[in-house]
């Protein structure tokens, strides 16, 4: 059940035949929320002693159409995780800087250390989405990126780092909802912006950019789950789910002490 949505290396998708709908794999909200939290309490035990262990290091990336609910994510799935052994980054267009050096520059920079978990909202892989679809550079440039990419997190997992990415599915009568809802509701209002209803009517090229780039860079080392994301109940489940079971097979230790401490007063 946990890898349910993973894509194996080189498969095929096609997002408008793919649900997004989580009712199709699990009936019962109550039961499934119940679920969640249960898996979460597990991922907070796994993640102090991932921490407390001091060698693997697990990235978790998130991809998705506006409104799709990374941030959502993120909050919901590391609720009471240790904020000290977490770190997020969310990749914005890049700055002057950034755009002076290769495109992984920023991002290598921003991967987990041992011991942590880092969570990119966003990532390098905006660099085979927007940038592809809004031509910002030719297809000369952006297609070897796919290796590129295969090529470096494949360096990471060799150097101990576990990767998930998750590319968050939302129907796109359901990203209209969200956006009207931004619209609607004052408390909302700052998550909305007229660029989003700009990237909405390119929908279609996002739908094949992603499918491109999923069916490229889905790998053994680092493989794409695509989570249906309607509800996010759903989501934050099957999210949970694979994150909690590559960490029970990682099965992290606390340490053993320094030396014999049997018998040791404190005075
Ligand atoms: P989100 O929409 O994820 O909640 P946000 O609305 O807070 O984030 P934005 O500034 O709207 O922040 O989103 C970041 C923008 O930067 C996105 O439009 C994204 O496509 C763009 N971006 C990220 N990486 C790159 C890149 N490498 N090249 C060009 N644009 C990028
Ligand atoms: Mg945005």
Redesign the pocket.
């Known amino acids: 059940m946990p890898h349910t949505h993973r894509l194996t290396p080189g498969q095929k998708i096609y997002l408008n035949f793919t649900p997004a709908d989580g009712k199709k794999f699990h009936k019962n909200r109550d039961k499934a929320e119940k679920k969640f939290k249960k898996l979460r309490k597990e991922f907070r035990d796994l993640q102090a002693r991932l921490y407390a262990e001091n060698k693997h290091k697990l990235l978790l990336v998130f991809q998705a159409m506006?409104a799709g609910g990374?941030?959502g994510t993120i909050r919901a799935v590391t609720q009471g995780v240790n904020p000290q052994g977490v770190r997020v980054t969310?990749?914005?267009?890049?700055s002057t800087i950034e755009r002076a050096h290769d495109?992984l520059w920023r991002v290598h920079m921003a991967v987990p250390a041992k011991g942590m978990i880092g969570i990119f909202?966003?990532s390098h892989y905006?660099?085979v989405?927007?940038?592809r679809v809004d031509n910002?550079v030719p297809e000369s440039v952006w297609r070897p990126r796919y290796d590129h990419i295969n090529n470096f997190e494949k360096m990471l997992t060799d150097s101990g780092t576990i990767i998930l990415k998750f590319y968050l599915h939302i129907s796109k009568e359901e990203q209209r909802e969200r956006f009207q809802e931004r619209i609607d509701l004052p408390e909302k209002n700052w998550?909305f912006?007229f660029?989003?209803l700009e990237?909405r009517k390119q929908w279609d090229d996002y739908m094949l950019a992603f499918e491109e780039m999923m069916q490229n860079t889905s790998t053994v080392y680092a493989p794409w789950y695509v989570i249906p994301s309607n509800q996010n109940w759903y989501r934050n489940l099957a999210i949970t789910h694979v994150i909690v079971d590559t960490l029970r097979q990682l099965n992290p230790q606390f340490p053993p002490p320094e030396g014999d401490v049997s018998g040791v007063i404190v005075k």
Do not use: T
């Not at 969310?90 to 890049?94: G, R, T």
């Open positions: 506006d990374k941030d969310s990749f914005k267009a890049p495109f909202n966003r905006e660099d989405l927007i940038v910002l998550k912006s660029e989003d990237k």
